[in-house]
């Protein structure tokens, strides 16, 4: 069973745009924090960016200014606009549970995904 589902990856080019989303359960949306992590070929899954349920926000340094993490409560669904985006975005972006801000911020369980492709390319 799936309570995570990743859409909205695609081919950009660098400086274009793209927005992810993440439509989550009702049960988990309503209980965690939720985070967007992505991972590159040859790199670890890193966190790109995690909201909590009250809207408190974390972002990777590498795409503060650029990325904005949202959550629609009503649509049980997350959202990651990508703007300015560079060829080392080009990842696999995935969403998971996220242990919020008491838990230092990071994947609450080790559950992923298909995720959804990124590729930034000229």
């Known amino acids: 069973q799936v309570q995570l589902v990743e859409s909205g990856g695609g081919l950009v080019q660098p400086g274009g745009s793209l927005r992810l989303s993440c439509a989550a359960s009702?049960?988990?949306?309503?209980?965690?924090?939720l985070g967007w992590y992505r991972q590159a070929p040859g790199k670890q899954r890193e966190l790109v960016a995690a909201?909590?349920?009250?809207?408190?926000?974390k972002y990777a340094d590498s795409v503060k200014g650029r990325f904005t993490i949202s959550r629609d409560n009503a649509k049980n669904t997350v959202y990651l606009r990508m703007n300015s985006l560079k060829p080392e975005d080009t990842a696999v972006y995935y969403c998971?549970?996220?242990?919020?801000?008491?838990?230092?911020?990071?994947?609450?369980?080790?559950?992923w995904g298909q995720g959804t492709q990124v590729t930034v390319s000229s």
């Open positions: 998971n549970t996220d242990r919020g801000p008491l838990g230092g911020w990071g994947p609450e369980y080790d559950y």
């Open positions: 009702g049960s988990i949306f309503s209980i965690y924090a």
């Open positions: 909201i909590t349920r009250n809207g408190s926000t």
